[in-house]
């Protein structure tokens, strides 16, 4: 059996990068989307594995003990991570998996999984960015100003992606995506090559 492929995205908030991810799991059948583990309370309307996987900080804890996180950050005093088994269970099933996490976390996952396919969305300008961020009606200047320096930290990162991804136009970033991931199911490795080989000698 293939191995999954591990797509890792990342991007500042405001990026769109949430709303893209939706849309190619939407479309492409064999890929999964990772649900993070937190020890935050849940906000009203989320729901126990499918938004988060809820738990205490003990039992985060003895996760990280355990060596159980591909990635985790302390986010303003919660914890956030993705749970290890899950993802390598789906990807030795031959599932695609995607990671939808930040720079950070990317990067973790990179010293620990560095065969995972990096994808970095970008916002076509900062003025774009900001006004974004704006149309959600919750920003503070002091809070935008914030958001907006993480942002320019983030893309000072993309050197560690694989590829880079515009999101001026949705439909076309969403393809752009898709794109990348059909490429990358058709690579070739060596042992599929050997695979390949060996199965067409036997046919003959």
């Given amino acids: 059996m293939t191995q999954g492929k591990l797509f890792v995205i990342s991007g500042?908030?405001?990026?769109?990068?949430?709303?893209?991810?939706?849309?190619?799991?939407?479309?492409?059948r064999n890929i999964r989307m990772s649900v993070s583990m937190t020890t935050r309370s849940p906000r009203k309307g989320e729901i126990d594995k499918i938004h988060y996987h809820f738990v205490d900080r003990e039992t985060f804890e003895e996760l990280i003990e355990a060596d159980g996180f591909l990635e985790y950050a302390d986010v303003y005093g919660n914890l956030y991570g993705t749970p290890r088994d899950k993802v390598m269970e789906w990807l030795d099933q031959g599932i695609d998996v995607i990671l939808e996490i930040d720079v950070q976390g990317a990067m973790q996952v990179k010293k620990s999984y560095p065969e995972g396919v990096f994808i970095f969305i970008l916002p076509?300008?900062?003025?774009?960015?900001?006004?974004?961020?704006?149309?959600?009606?919750?920003?503070?200047?002091e809070s935008m100003a914030r958001r907006l320096g993480t942002a320019l930290q983030e893309i000072s990162a993309i050197d560690q992606y694989d590829y880079r991804v515009i999101n001026g136009d949705l439909d076309v970033a969403i393809n752009r995506v898709r794109s990348i991931i059909t490429a990358e199911q058709c690579k070739l490795n060596d042992v599929e090559v050997g695979k390949i080989i060996n199965r067409y000698k036997e046919e003959l």
């Fill in 12 to 28: 500042p908030s405001g990026a769109g990068k949430g709303t893209i991810c939706k849309e190619v799991l939407d479309e492409e």
């Fill in 124 to 141: 076509p300008s900062i003025e774009e960015l900001k006004n974004r961020i704006k149309g959600r009606g919750s920003e503070t200047e």
